[in-house]
T-cell receptor
Framework: GQNIDQPTEMTATEGAIVQINCTYQTSGFNGLFWYQQHAGEAPTFLSYNVLDGLEEKGRFSSFLSRSKGYSYLLLKELQMKDSASYLCAPVWDYKLSFGAGTTVTVRA | EPEVTQTPSHQVTQMGQEVILRCVPISNHLYFYWYRQILGQKVEFLVSFYNNEISEKSEIFDDQFSVERPDGSNFTLKIRSTKLEDSAMYFC?????????????FGPGTRLTVL
């Protein structure tokens, strides 16, 4: 199988910044999505990286290094509603695969 | 804003029964997908569908599963003889192009419970 490694859990306080790292195998890699999933709900799109570098979208940014097989999702100015699971989802051979997700808990 | 819809939201069935899960993808999308998520586990790819045929399928998608686009709007997943381990949330998704280039929009899911 194709490994996707991301931390299981992270906790941060409201207003803080959290960085969720993800590593994946590089063979057959096309690009990488980050999705947010609240408990019992469907994944919702956050970002997509295909080239190296940083993509910024409001409070969320995502970084990709293709040669290192590494990505991170940066969440800034955390809000309580950001408490959710964040799914790293590489695309290999044009098929999307999801990591197990990182559960982020935002505390007041 | 257009969205993917799924029915029913919750399906309860007896082991061995057939179920059909329904999805209406976003109207101008060409690629359709089914995923499942067993409670507490990761989202798993089942199948992708394009131009009225399966383009990719996973090991999970065995002979018990089938997909169909019976008309211009619906996309269905049929499980022929359900097993206890089929209990999961099933998500339908659609995209304008293949998943390597365009985001996939997910429906709200159907929670399947097999008793």
């Amino acid at each position: 199988g194709q490994n996707i490694d991301q931390p299981t859990e992270m906790t941060a306080t409201e207003g803080a910044i959290v960085q969720i790292n993800c590593t994946y195998q590089t063979s057959g890699f096309n690009g990488l999505f980050w999705y947010q999933q609240h408990a019992g709900e469907a994944p919702t799109f956050l970002s997509y990286n295909v080239l190296d570098g940083l993509e910024e979208k409001g409070r969320f940014s995502s970084f990709l290094s293709r040669s290192k097989g590494y990505s991170y999702l940066l969440l800034k100015e955390l809000q309580m509603k950001d408490s959710a699971s964040y799914l790293c989802a590489p695309v290999w051979d044009y098929k999307l695969s999801f990591g197990a997700g990182t559960t982020v808990t935002v505390r007041a | 804003e257009p969205e993917v819809t799924q029915t029913p939201s919750h399906q309860v069935t007896q082991m061995g029964q057939e179920v059909i899960l329904r999805c209406v993808p976003i109207s101008n999308h060409l690629y359709f997908y089914w995923y499942r998520q067993i409670l507490g586990q990761k989202v798993e790819f089942l199948v992708s569908f394009y131009n009225n045929e399966i383009s990719e399928k996973s090991e999970i998608f065995d002979d018990q599963f089938s997909v169909e686009r019976p008309d211009g709007s619906n996309f269905t997943l049929k499980i022929r003889s359900t097993k206890l381990e089929d209990s999961a949330m099933y998500f339908c998704a659609s995209s304008e192009q293949t998943g390597g280039f365009r985001e996939q929009f997910f429906g709200p899911g159907t929670r399947l419970t097999v008793l």
